[in-house]
């Protein structure tokens, strides 16, 4: 084969193949560069301001978006949230298609579905989960107002809350207990959080998988999400 023709049949192979690759590539979203526990915390909380702040950029909400995540998914933080209408996390953190994996259950608790759920996102390569528990949760107050008051009897739950009543009690218990805040709805709400994140560190095997876990609490005043990690302890004062 002359060499003029065998260099043009290489050069065509290689525009088809660069063709095709760039095609496949614009198809599909690339999995992001892993990042550290700081960083997520760092890209929520910015995220965060964005929405407080009223400077949302919207991003990933598009038909392009949409078709880059037909095949895979790459969120970079999964949230247990509330159900609470007022607490919509793509919205709170300002998110698109395919940025965050959500999952929302009334209190934020860890039934067994919410587990299997951040197993199933753990498992195909999210690494970070935060619990995120709010101001004035409904379900938390139920509990917490069903408990006996000093004087008198508390107000029952109703009967088809009682799975989550189960879930919410030990920790809506303690917080009152300790009364370690003036506001013990707030307190039950962060000690609910941190037993929740506690409780999700041996379901998900955290070390095992080197997954991460973030609390946060979210103020419906303000709109601001406050972040904290560690040893599981409540933080020492609320934010107002
Ligand atoms: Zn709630």
Same mark, same amino acid.
Request: with cysteine; hydrophobic share 40%.
């Given at each position: ?14 525009a088809?193949?660069?063709?095709? =690759? /760039? ?24 995220? @965060? #301001? $964005? ?12 038909? &392009?978006? $949409?078709?880059?995540? *037909? &095949? ?10 509330c ?10 953190? &300002? !998110?698109?298609?395919?940025? *965050?994996?959500?999952? $929302?259950?009334?209190? @934020? ?5 919410? *587990? ?19 101001? /004035?949760? %409904? ?12 004087? =008198?009897?508390?107000? +029952?739950a109703?009967?088809?809350? !009682? /799975?989550?009543? @189960? ?8 917080a $009152?207990?300790?009364s ?18 506690? =409780?999700?560190?041996?379901?998900? #095997? ?14 419906l005043?303000? %709109? ?5 990690? %560690?040893?599981? !302890?409540?933080?020492?004062? +609320?934010?107002h």
């Open positions: 084969m002359p060499l003029q023709t065998y260099v043009r049949r290489i050069t065509v192979l290689c088809v193949f660069c063709f095709l =690759g /760039s095609g496949v590539y614009a198809q599909q979203a690339a999995a992001p560069a892993e990042l550290t526990n700081e960083q997520v915390v760092k890209k929520l909380k910015d995220a @965060n #301001e $964005r929405y407080w702040d009223g400077k949302m950029t919207h991003l990933h909400q598009d038909a &392009d978006r $949409r078709k880059e995540l *037909i &095949d895979d998914q790459h969120p970079f933080v999964a949230v247990l949230s159900a609470d209408s007022r607490v919509p996390p793509e919205v709170i953190f &300002d !998110q698109g298609l395919g940025d *965050i994996f959500v999952v $929302r259950v009334a209190g @934020n608790v860890a039934s067994k579905e919410a *587990i299997a759920s951040l197993r199933y996102i753990v498992e195909h390569g999210t690494k970070h989960v935060l619990v995120l528990g709010h101001e /004035s949760c %409904g379900a938390v107050k139920t509990v917490l107002e069903s408990l006996p008051p000093t004087k =008198g009897k508390g107000v +029952a109703p009967a088809y809350m !009682q /799975s989550l009543v @189960n879930l919410l009690l030990t920790p809506v218990r303690k $009152r207990e300790e370690r805040f003036e506001d013990t709805l707030d307190n039950a709400v962060r000690e609910n959080v941190v037993s929740v994140a506690r =409780g999700l560190a041996v379901s998900l #095997e955290a070390l095992r998988t080197k997954v991460t876990i973030i609390g946060g609490r979210y103020d005043h303000s %709109g601001k999400v406050q972040f904290w990690t %560690g040893a599981w !302890q409540p933080p020492p004062a +609320a934010i």
